[in-house]
């Protein structure tokens, strides 16, 4: 993957590590730390797991023992820690290339992304993972080619005008986060006197999407509709939308039991 | 009642320091060394709560 070594740590035995590891096919590493000693010299270990599970209504479980925090450091080529990111839940998660592609800022294409077009602007559109698992996090990538000669309007807004934007269709148990775009550039413009934000060539914005749905949510198509408005050297174009459908399908949680939601009293 | 923020920049290895040594047995049973492994690689080193549950 981008060249860059993959290990993951928990506090599970080899065993069964090994029947993970058959049922889902995974080759990289799994190391097991039993007894979470590294883990507990590498300062991840949670020891209020409990108490916060007390907030949230969760009874005491001797697994919820010697846990880390659930999270990733990227290493460099010296290893040395570059990014670290983690989270307070143990059920939200980043796919390996979701986390990569936002740290690292590469982005793996898939072989098939869906694309729509309306002149002047093209809309390629891909999820970091064809598949998703129960409350998995997904990068979508909305890639946006302007054709030469035009622009597309970006934030701040200016009166009149509508910026480049990404609306995720509402869909049962799926989580939208605010989209990222990378910075855009001021030029000036006729009737606006201190400038105009605009995007030119191809953009890509992000947005994360969790996938919250129980079990059993199926399989997708994840509405995203594109607002932009194109202007070119004289004028601006009418606002415009385009829409695209991004499948993805739930994968099996093979071997895996699921926490018991516990309501709360 | 939320739960206070915690500030994760203050737990485990730091940004900009070497990633302590980390040998441990993987699913095949054989010791592996991170940064041997690793092989002059960049790495990322995935901690979660269990392939069992």
């Given at each position: 993957m981008n060249g860059i070594a993959l290990v993951a740590i928990s506090y599970d035995s080899v065993e069964v590590l090994r029947n993970f590891a058959a049922a889902h096919g995974i080759t990289y590493p799994l190391l097991s730390d039993e007894g979470s000693l590294a883990m507990r010299g590498l300062g991840l270990i949670n020891d209020r797991v409990q108490e916060d599970h007390a907030v949230y209504g969760i009874q005491p479980n001797a697994?919820?023992?010697?846990?880390?925090?659930p999270g990733a450091f990227l290493l460099d080529r010296d290893g040395l820690v570059t990014h670290k990111r983690f989270y307070e839940s143990y059920r939200e998660r980043d796919t390996g290339t979701g986390l990569i592609a936002q740290t690292l800022g590469i982005i793996d294409e898939p072989s098939a992304p869906v694309v729509a077009a309306s002149s002047p602007v093209t809309v390629r559109a891909w999820l970091d993972s064809p598949t998703y698992v129960f409350f998995q996090r997904l990068m979508l990538t909305v890639e946006v080619s302007i054709d030469s000669g035009f622009c597309v309007c970006a934030d701040p807004p200016r009166d009149g005008v509508t910026p480049l934007s990404i609306a995720i269709e509402p869909l049962g148990g799926l989580e939208v986060n605010p989209a990222r775009w990378p910075a855009a550039r001021r030029v000036a413009r006729p009737g606006f006197h201190d400038g105009l934000w605009v995007h030119e060539g191809v953009v890509r914005g992000t947005v994360p999407l969790t996938f919250a749905a129980a079990p059993g949510g199926g399989d997708h198509l994840v509405g995203v509709t594109v607002r932009y408005q194109a202007c070119d050297g004289a004028s601006c174009l009418l606002p415009s939308s385009i829409q695209l459908r991004v499948p993805v399908r739930e994968a099996a949680l093979i071997g895996r039991s699921l926490p018991t939601p516990v309501s709360k009293t | 009642m939320p739960l206070p923020p915690r500030d994760f920049s203050t737990i485990g290895p730091k940004e900009g320091q070497r990633f302590p040594d980390v040998r441990l047995r993987d699913q095949k049973g054989g010791l592996v060394d991170l940064h041997e492994y690793r092989a002059g690689r960049p790495a990322l080193v995935v901690f979660y709560r269990s392939a069992e549950w």
């Open positions: 697994r919820h023992v010697n846990l880390p925090y | -």
